[in-house]
């Protein structure tokens, strides 16, 4: 038989029980170690990745990063050979690949000397289109749907948040580096004749270290939100997985328990809160140096 909801104030259960018996501090304590388990990581994941892929896009742009054409055309013979005699997808992308090269490559009038061209990489293309892929669709709407056909594993969330959030943190640090490559110190790295990888690594990575720190409270925030509201409708985590917002699930079994609204929203209310507080922090700290 099914146990009834107990109010807050009693000896054995403070903050009270829901509907299975459950302690709802327990509940809290088990919620927040998901929220450390899930969320936090997910949202670092997300920052260094977004960063890194903006930051390559503001550096490199559509011309700065090239590649032999030689290994291109290499890549349409090995594509047109798997194409035609063993049809494969891979074959197939291979030659469409290497097509698209050689027709470049061609283009320019530098097929007799194809081994010495270099091929121009649209890095900040290709970035700008994933970001216009991932934003086009309500992340609410794409973290559920993608959630609904998975497993429920807390890898499986962590995955799909970091991959599907990432944006943020990349729009936000490539408008940045897009500023940092103008600096002058860039461009005397650049006459120097410094590699790419050694200016980006010594010299733009670290400029970019007040940026992404005040990204990362905002990316944790958002990513409670994003997990509480998954476990709220019941999908993304393993049934036996704890969390806050399962805890606030479990309120529309009783609408007269009012303390499993109340306890579970005021940690997710309190955790923003700090989050944002530490980011106002951190930026009157950086505003200073």
């Not at 304590?29 to 892929?53: D, E, H, K, M, R």
């Not at 283009?107 to 290709?126: E, F, H, I, N």
Request: hydrophobic share 55%; with cysteine; glycine share 8%.
């Amino acid at each position: 038989m099914q146990a009834l909801a107990q109010p807050p104030g009693q000896k054995a259960h403070w903050l009270g029980t829901d509907p299975q018996g459950r302690d709802v501090l327990a509940g809290l304590l088990y919620g927040a170690s998901t929220v450390c388990l899930v969320s936090v990581p997910a949202a670092i994941a997300a920052t260094l990745l977004g960063s890194f892929l903006g930051s390559l896009a503001g550096y490199y742009g559509n011309r700065r990063l090239t590649i032999p054409a030689g290994p291109v055309l290499v890549l349409a013979a090995a594509g047109l050979f798997l194409f035609f005699f063993r049809i494969t997808l891979t074959g197939l992308l291979l030659a469409l690949f290497g097509g698209v090269g050689a027709w470049l490559v061609a283009r320019r009038g530098l097929a007799a000397g194809a081994r010495a061209a270099q091929w121009p990489v649209p890095v900040d293309k290709g970035v700008l289109l994933l970001i216009a892929l991932l934003t086009s669709i309500p992340r609410l709407v794409l973290v559920l749907a993608i959630a609904a056909v998975q497993q429920p594993s807390i890898f499986a969330m962590l995955c799909i948040l970091s991959l599907t959030y990432w944006p943020v943190s990349a729009q936000l640090v490539r408008a940045e580096m897009l500023r940092i490559r103008q600096l002058p110190y860039i461009e005397a790295a650049q006459a120097l004749g410094v590699p790419s990888w050694q200016i980006l690594v010594r010299h733009a990575f670290p400029a970019l270290r007040n940026t992404i720190g005040g990204l990362l409270p905002l990316s944790v925030a958002a990513l409670i939100g994003l997990e509480t509201t998954l476990s709220f409708l019941g999908v993304g985590l393993p049934p036996q997985i704890a969390s806050w917002g399962r805890l606030l699930a479990t309120s529309r079994q009783d609408f007269t328990a009012w303390w499993l609204i109340l306890f579970p929203a005021s940690a997710i209310l309190l955790t923003v809160l700090a989050l944002r507080q530490l980011l106002f922090s951190f930026s009157k700290q950086t505003t200073r140096q």
